[in-house]
């Protein structure tokens, strides 16, 4: 049973395309072939012409492949591990920890696999410090040019915003679903559900937040977003209600947690959603999906993205107390930037202690850091790092560019970009590990550094406040 999609058409047909073919004719069209070359007459062939024909019709049949597939992995492995001086890593299983690194075999580590920032900072700090800042044209001054932003377009015409259907068609059922993550996740996560309500032609229910195991913030959709004006921005393209009605509810026994929670695998085409999860939702008049983030494929037909981009930069705006404080600090910021013109930068650390955790990645903080890491990966997520066979390797993490950026990595980055240090940086960041050592060569770069705790007074983020700070 199939129910009405608005966007279907096209989200259908997107992503057809034919199926592989099956590895056992692709087999049988090898063996064929083979019989051929196999006819000759031994005089015909030679012995090296027969060796070589045995092996790659082994190589082709699968259970040449399956003894070959072993051999052909360690080889490289090997390979790689012989010509990259990664640090070697042992498994040890100890009360939280499961990596320990054997400092014997660091004298060959490949290039960019150690944090050396702070070694390279003080030797680029007396350059610095004797540039005037006079010397140049600061990069503040045209970062914002008006020709830079000649070619960009919105997403989302205004003009159009308001229109679409005058009455919505009747819906296919209700749609529930968990924004679980952070801030960010969250956001994509209802641009991502408005997206799919839309498609299917369900109502969606106002986003439950999923009670993060590292934030720790009990706030509800809102307590961040204004509910009302998110309502309103979507009524004439997707209807969205704060709560299941009644008799709904009454279905599953006042229980939402009784209604069915479809595992949907993470970026599921528009095809899959109208496969697999519209014949359920018109069957059973309510679904949910949980967790949701990242749930919608990245690339979607034109008129799903256009949902997307409506929730995103039309719909979601924040509650009244966030907007009134932040455009406070903001008309601070501008004050306290006078030497600038009232411009700054702002910049969005992702140095917490969590981040740092997760990346697995190794600074400069000792058999200290290594423990603090330890215990804050298992408080957070257990046992996910000391899952049997898990092998953390921080110098590869850093060769491929999975570090977190430090304070004072972002710091010479900027200096870099031509920001010299008349520059106001605002920092958006939650609370950042280890603040008094990693922050204090930021603010050594750009003494004119404001944060929220400098922005607004006490009484002022208290509303705001949650459990991990």
Known sequence: MHGYSRLGSSARTSSSSSPPSSPRFRHGRNKLSGGCAG???SKQTSAVERVVYVFVSAVFRRRGVLLLAPVLYISLMLLYMGSVGFDVVNLKHSVVGVVVHNSKHRTAMAPGSVYRSPQVFEKLWPLMEAESNGSRVNALMTAWNSTRRQGWKPCVDKSISTTGFSELPKSNGFLIIEANGGLNQQRLSICDAVAVAGLLNATLVIPIFHLNSVWRDSSKFGDIFDEDFFIYALKNHVN??????EDILQQFDNNISKIVNLRVKGWSSPTYYLQKVLPKLVQMGAVRIAPFSNRLAQEVPSNVQWLRCLANYEALRFSGPIRRLAENMVDRMVKNSSQSGGKYVSVHLRFEEDMVAFSCCEYDGGEEEKREMDIARERSWRGKFRRRGRV??????????????TPLEVGMLLRGMGFDNNTSVYVAAGKIYKAEKYMAPLKQMFPRLEAKDTLATPEE???????CY
């Open 240 to 245: 969205v209600v704060r709560e299941l009605p």
């Open 39 to 41: 006819g000759r007459s």
């Open 461 to 467: 983020l208290a509303p705001f406040k949650v459990g």
């Open 392 to 405: 953390i390797r921080p110098s590869a993490n850093r060769v491929d560019g999975k570090c977190p950026l």
